[in-house]
């Protein structure tokens, strides 16, 4: 089996849903629950931006009473086991929870931003958050009231880091999706980037995905499960 040295995981809202939060496109997921245009969108916050704030301090406040669950602390093991043999591991996630960070992770990256931040487009700062924002709040670093707005990602927007992922996956040698439907480029576009450049690629997810014929390898199941036993076996363990 060829060294590997660098992994460079991606995950997605299966990675959580065992957490007890809701994915996007599973049935009854989040998107069957609302308009992606009226949520998700800066057009969908411009018309109404009390329902997009309700919707996010909701999620918010969701996402603090929701735990990491065995996918996100095996994750956590294999970059304390990584890191023991001088070797390497980056998740980047699509998710806006930090269960990855209380799994134990510390190399993350929030493509599609975080919901633990607020976005002040006032001062472009963006303050830790844990509260609600649709009482328009004064923003903590400039004291700009009503210019606070959720520091994630939507639709039609450029996701986070970017670059730092490219950068990634040119020196990675194992590319690995977890819990995402592949539906959302840019990192939907990943495993064709990672198979351009020779590296090996596997998807770990309940079920086929949009992209599942581009992997090498997959194993499907419930990530709570899989997800360890998979990290078992690169530790050697
Ligand atoms: N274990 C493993 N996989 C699971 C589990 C589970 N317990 N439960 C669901 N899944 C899988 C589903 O089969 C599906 O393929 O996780 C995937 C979730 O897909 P989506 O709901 O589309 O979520 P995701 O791929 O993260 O969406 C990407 O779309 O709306 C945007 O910004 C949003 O980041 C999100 C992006």
Redesign the pocket.
Known sequence: MQEINNIIILT????S??SGID????EG?L?EQHK?EDV?TPEGFARDPDLVLRFYDMRREAIQKAQPNDAHIALARLEQGLKAQDKSLLIVT??VDDLHERGGADNVLHM?GQHLTAWCTACDGRPEWRGTLIERPACPLCGEAGHLRPDVVWFGEMPYEMERIYAALSIADLFVSI??????YP?AGFVREARGQGIKTMEL???P?QGSHFFDEARYG???EIVPAWVDEILGN
């Open positions: 997605g809202a299966g990675i849903q065992e994915t996007f496109r599973s997921g998107w992606v998700a699509q998710n599609h819990g995402t439907s592949g539906a959302v990192a997810n309940l079920e995905s419930k990530a709570s």
